[in-house]
């Protein structure tokens, strides 16, 4: 208790110091948190894509004869037959039409303006895998899916444009393009970085889709696969669909090979580019570039704003402790120890460190909160959405507070200042008594 009296004491003796040292960390800790929430959001799991770690994308499928190749999506045939409920690595899995429908026109009732969504076509199976926050109402249903009926599930902000409540929403109907969806359900709206599971309104994609296709056996098609691979199962899969080709190419009678080109986890997804090679069969895959490489020039000053503070913090406490030799050499007089000196000195500046970190993290979560979407624009990774409707958010709240990395970076700077600290305390402490208590106070 006499420790942490000393100490408050002391910080407030010097509130030039004090304010100085705690604006330092401040700066350090919002600029570390708001680069980290960054990363977070499109590489960690955040709501709904809270499986990332298990995630795999199967977006295309590639043909080749002696005259010709070609790429295109996958055909409703090929996941039907060949894929669900087909592979012993996959928990579950679901599919969604693999082009996005732009951006269609909503008409709200009476003289309001009209304004535009981000529409997809998927199916009910999508609910399941991206578990959606339903507010009122439910996602459509499989018979809903199977009877082609026009119905949608739209987020909680389109819904606040047309409607009282979400409640008020269930069962009315949007006009989209001049087309009358009836509303099954509300949810509360996701992050635009969660590129293949946003949108403003979803639809059920014609269950009949490609099942009359040009691409041979009515593999390819307009779909897009994505799984949730069981623990571990990640190269098992990659090997069944490698089998998978083989298999459909051995029985092969129209001179076409089919391979599935691209089998991507959530980080090679995001980070990676592909192309094809087409004169002999291959495709290539860039490796999936690391966060250090693609955010290169923010760790250059991320790095500078680390280094810059420590550097700073060193110095006002070397400044700090040669005003205050003659207390500390007293101190020694009546018996304290270098451990007991260090040890105060040293809570002193943890106690600042703190302090500066919970202002740091106030700073980071409004700077976040109110430009995140600004922020976003100047990474490599922002998912460029146009218009993305009428109410696309980037940063959610979900997203601003994340404990864990508020941890991670508090840890960091607290080593980042205990190894500025030590070296001037431990020249203070090294300094003679005598010389010490003549220092001038």
């Known amino acids: 208790m006499k420790l942490i009296t000393t100490t408050f004491r002391e910080v407030m003796r010097t509130p030039g110091f004090s304010l100085l040292y705690m604006g330092g960390v401040a700066f350090t800790v919002a600029f570390t948190l708001i680069y980290g929430l960054l990363l977070y959001a499109q590489l960690g799991p955040v709501y709904p894509e809270y499986n990332r ?11 080749k004869t002696d005259k010709y190749s070609y790429t295109t999506s996958l055909g409703r045939a090929l996941i039907e037959d060949h894929l669900r409920d087909k592979l012993e690595s996959v928990e579950d899995m679901t599919v969604m039409v693999s082009y996005n429908m732009g951006y269609p026109m909503v008409k709200p009732d009476g003289d309001r303006p009209e304004f535009h969504v981000e529409m997809r076509q998927t199916e009910p199976s999508f609910f399941k895998f991206y578990p959606y926050r339903f507010l009122a109402g439910t996602p459509f249903s499989q018979a809903d899916f199977e009877s082609k009926r026009s119905v949608a599930v739209i987020s909680d902000k389109v819904a606040a444009q047309l409607f009282a409540s979400p409640e008020e929403a269930v069962g009315r109907y949007i006009s989209i393009d001049h087309i009358d969806y009836r509303i099954t359900g509300v949810f509360a709206e996701a992050s635009a970085l969660c590129v293949d599971s946003y949108g403003e309104v979803f639809i059920p994609y014609d269950e009949d889709i490609n099942t009359k296709t040009p691409w041979p056996r009515n593999l390819g098609g307009g779909l897009k696969a994505i799984f949730h691979v069981k623990p571990g199962q990640e190269q098992k899969l990659r090997d069944e669909l490698t089998d998978l080709c083989r298999r459909v190419n051995t029985t092969d009678t129209t001179g076409v090979q089919f391979y599935i080109p691209l089998v991507n986890n959530h980080k ?22 690391s966060p250090l490489t693609l955010y290169k020039p923010f760790l ?52 600042l460190t703190l302090a500066g970190a919970v202002v740091g993290l106030a700073v980071s979560v409004l700077i976040v909160l109110f430009a995140g979407d600004t922020l976003t624009e100047l990474t490599p990774l922002s998912y460029e959405s146009g218009a993305a409707g009428s109410s696309a958010s980037f940063i959610t709240s979900e997203m601003a507070f994340a ?16 190894i500025s600290a030590l ?4 020249k203070a402490l090294r300094h003679p008594i005598v010389s010490s208590l003549n220092s001038k106070l």
């Open 53 to 63: 770690s298990n995630t795999v994308y199967v977006p295309l499928t590639l043909y």
């Open 300 to 351: 250059i000053a991320f790095a500078v704003v680390l280094l810059i503070p420590a550097l700073n913090i060193s110095g006002l406490i070397g400044a700090r402790l040669d005003r205050r030799l003659p207390d500390i050499a007293v101190r020694r007089c009546f018996g304290a120890t270098r451990r007991r000196l260090m040890w105060m000195v040293m809570t002193e500046n943890l106690v």
């Open 423 to 426: 070296w001037p305390v431990s």
């Open 403 to 418: 404990p864990a990395l508020f941890g991670l970076v508090l840890l960091v700077c607290l080593l980042l200042n205990t």
């Open 268 to 289: 090679e997804h995001i980070l990676t580019e592909a192309s094809i090679d087409w004169d002999d069969l291959h495709y290539t895959v860039s490796p999936a570039a």
